[in-house]
């Protein structure tokens, strides 16, 4: 793709070369201020799509340095992130709640219930506080345990707040 400094110049040169050309071996044909109008309506048009194209790599490169940096924190987070879709189902997490799941991989969590990690009262527990959350967009604070495979039984403290997606 273009940069956006360096296009104008040649394509106003080429722009040119071709209004000459057309001058030269069609000088019967006279332009008139509506061909005009066109020209620099074709100009501009060509313009925009360069800019817009430019535009667009330029965010979704912002977007890619975003989305990395944001693993990178998660994933480095000694807290338990997870995301959820709107039936209560894992979507993702970070890597200290896919240790404390025992899990390897976050694949084996997506799109599975809180019943398949958790005793069935602290699952139950657990979507009970987070439908309060998805109804009132309030975050709710609350305890539950969790028993290792050591045997060892922990108590987390769970803050869940919404993630509003497209104002929803």
Not at 36 to 52: Q, R, S
Not at 131 to 157: A, F, L, R
Request: charged content about 25%; proline content about 2%.
């Amino acid at each position: 793709m273009f940069e956006v400094r360096n296009y104008r110049r040649p394509l106003f040169y080429f722009l040119v070369s071709l209004f000459i050309i057309w001058l030269i071996f069609l000088p019967e044909v006279s332009l008139t201020a509506k061909d005009g109008f066109f020209i620099i309506l074709f100009v501009m048009a060509v313009h925009y799509f360069i800019e817009k194209g430019c535009l667009a790599n330029k965010v979704s490169n912002q977007m890619d340095k975003h989305n990395d940096f944001m693993k990178v924190l998660l994933n480095n987070c000694p807290d338990l992130i997870y995301r959820k879709d709107a039936t209560l189902n894992y979507l993702g997490c970070n890597d200290t709640m896919l240790n404390m799941l025992d899990i390897d991989d976050s694949d084996m969590l997506y799109g599975k219930s809180d019943y398949h990690f958790f005793s069935r009262e602290t699952a139950k527990r657990i979507r009970t506080y987070e439908k309060i959350v998805m109804h009132t967009g309030k975050i709710v604070s609350y305890k539950i345990e969790k028993k290792c495979k050591n045997g060892e039984i922990k108590i987390y403290d769970v803050f869940v707040a919404p993630i509003k997606e497209n104002n929803l």
